[in-house]
């Protein structure tokens, strides 16, 4: 499956949280690698997305999006 | 709350089709009239939204092919099985209006304040957003001195070919080809690899600002080659897109 970077997600970010945060820097609660969002992994071909560690691929945040929604799940940041 | 800033809500607008431009075969360019458009930075991006008769909706990141102050543009490559882009590059029509908003992202993005030489690489459409940011430079009168290294796979899918090569003064544009080269073909060949970037980009001690945009796997190859030859972390901004994606 084709992923594409934290920058793809600046616009449902912005929706979510108010704000430009694709700057933001975030650390992987599996493996403490530090990057901005923007630098993360994404899939995004869905209802929502999924960020993964780009180093570890450990799952930083899942935004799930039903009936116009956003559930947002940021399990896997420190 | 008094001295907070106040936040533009991002929404969705209507745009209408300023103008379409045949960039390439498969890649067109659309100027976009928006309502009350905010302003950009260069190197953001703007969705786009499309809804299909039963409801059906598909929605894609696109960056900014224009500089700050300039109508927006943004330009599109068709993909293979893609939902928005055929219908971007095939179906659109000047006077058809299109669902946007924006602009969105500040992470890929550079200020005329900036003052470190830029090296520029881009994979394919990742031109884009490094389009707009050569225009920055020219419109703001910025003399931070550029090299671009564009990777395309053959001379006719460069894009923006004319005004690329049409820049001197500081700016040099570096052409890479990687299926195939015209007779008498004067620029490089192949991939863009280590030997290639220690050729073409700045040295780390020059602490150039380097930005990257392409596919998912350009984009790494060249990171990592650029890391290889003591560029910092900090010092390289990518930006990947996949092959189903958008931009």
Known sequence: METLDGNALAGLLAEVFGGEMTSTVVTCQTCGFTAAIAETVVYSRLPGAIVRCRNCTGLLMVITQIRGVNCVDMLGMA | MEGTAVQRRL??????????TRETPSVRTIELAVPDWPGHRAGQHLDVRLTAEDGYTAERSYSIASAPGEPVVITVERLKDGEVSPYLTEELRVGDQLELRGPVGGYFVWEATDTEPLLLVAGGSGIVPLRAILRQRQRS?????????????????????????????????????????PPGWTGYAGRVNSALLAEVAWPADKEPLAYICGPTSFVEAVAEGLVGLGYQPGQVKTERFGASGGR
């Open chain 2, 11 to 20: 929404t969705w607008k209507v745009a209408t089709v300023a103008a379409v």
């Open chain 2, 141 to 181: 009168g910025s003399n931070v001195p550029v090299r671009l290294l564009y990777s395309s796979r053959t001379l006719p899918d460069v894009i923006y070919r004319d005004e690329l090569d049409a820049y001197d003064d500081g700016i040099s544009v570096s052409y890479t080809l990687t299926r195939a080269q």
